[in-house]
């Protein structure tokens, strides 16, 4: 139904700056929230930022005032900003996002992208 493709995911020294992108494509009619989600080995998926359709935002208390999240409507893309990375942001990041799609009826879906590795190195 709808397919996420991140990007940007990569090697970089702490301190360092990195950016992900995530494009929703399909038979969407709309998307409420989407979100960028991690998982670090031998833990748990944890909700890194989301922002709503409106433009508000929410941000684990790890990374305010490091990252910044944002999307682009008319492109279906969400954006993880990352500054200030530290060894401890090392993990796997997933894009996340929920909405409708019209396959002959407007039905809601909730989709996750594959992941994108994101290593911090000290």
């Known amino acids: 139904q709808v397919q996420l493709a991140e990007s940007g995911g990569g090697l970089v020294q702490a301190g360092g700056p990195l950016r992900l992108s995530c494009a929703a494509s399909g038979s969407i009619f709309s998307i409420n929230a989407m979100g960028w989600y991690r998982q670090a080995p031998g833990k748990q998926r944890e909700l890194v930022a989301s922002i709503t359709s409106g433009g508000s935002t929410n941000y684990a208390d790890s990374v305010k005032g490091r990252f910044s999240i944002s999307r682009d409507n008319a492109k279906n893309t969400v954006y993880l900003q990352m500054n200030s990375l530290k060894p401890e942001d090392t993990a796997v990041y997933y894009c996340?996002?929920?909405?409708?799609?019209?396959?002959?009826?407007?039905?809601?879906?909730?989709?996750w992208g594959q992941g994108t590795q994101v290593t911090v190195s000290s």
């Open positions: 996340n996002a929920d909405g409708t799609v019209v396959v002959g009826i407007v039905r809601r879906f909730a989709s």
